[in-house]
Nanobody, 120 residues
Framework: QVQLVESGGGLVQTGGSLRLSCAAS????????MGWYRQGPGKQRELVAS???????NYADSVKGRFTISRDNAKNTVYLQMNSLKPEDTAVYYC??????????????WGKGTLVTVSS
């Protein structure tokens, strides 16, 4: 069984910083792509930042220059450093991974989400 476990959410004031972590565990054969999505109140889920299978990064325009995605391949972990946070960044942040597991082959997994609240 593959699991994605997020951590690092919380309450922060405008202009503050948070660092999210997502660790993938289980019988993982190869991690293809991994990243972060978010869903704000009354909004659709949207891509925040991700690593592609080729190792490139993608960022939503709204977070460019403020958020940085990084990863530790040895730990199957991806991080999201969020700086200069704004109230509009308030959302549940979900980790996403496209990976190959021994048991299930290639599949997309989602974490349960971690809440980030930015107060004005």
């Amino acid at each position: 069984q593959v699991q994605l476990v997020e951590s690092g959410g919380g309450l922060v004031q405008t202009g503050g910083s948070l660092r999210l972590s997502c660790a993938a565990s289980g019988s993982i054969f190869n991690l293809n792509a991994m990243g972060w999505y978010r869903q704000g109140p009354g909004k659709q889920r949207e891509l925040v930042a991700s690593f592609t299978s080729g190792g490139n990064t993608n960022y939503a325009d709204s977070v460019k220059g403020r958020f940085t995605i990084s990863r530790d391949n040895a730990k199957n972990t991806v991080y999201l450093q969020m700086n200069s946070l704004k109230p509009e960044d308030t959302a549940v942040y979900y980790c996403n991974a496209d990976l190959y597991s021994i048991a299930y082959g290639r599949k997309t997994y989602w974490g349960k989400g971690t809440l980030v609240t930015v107060s004005s």
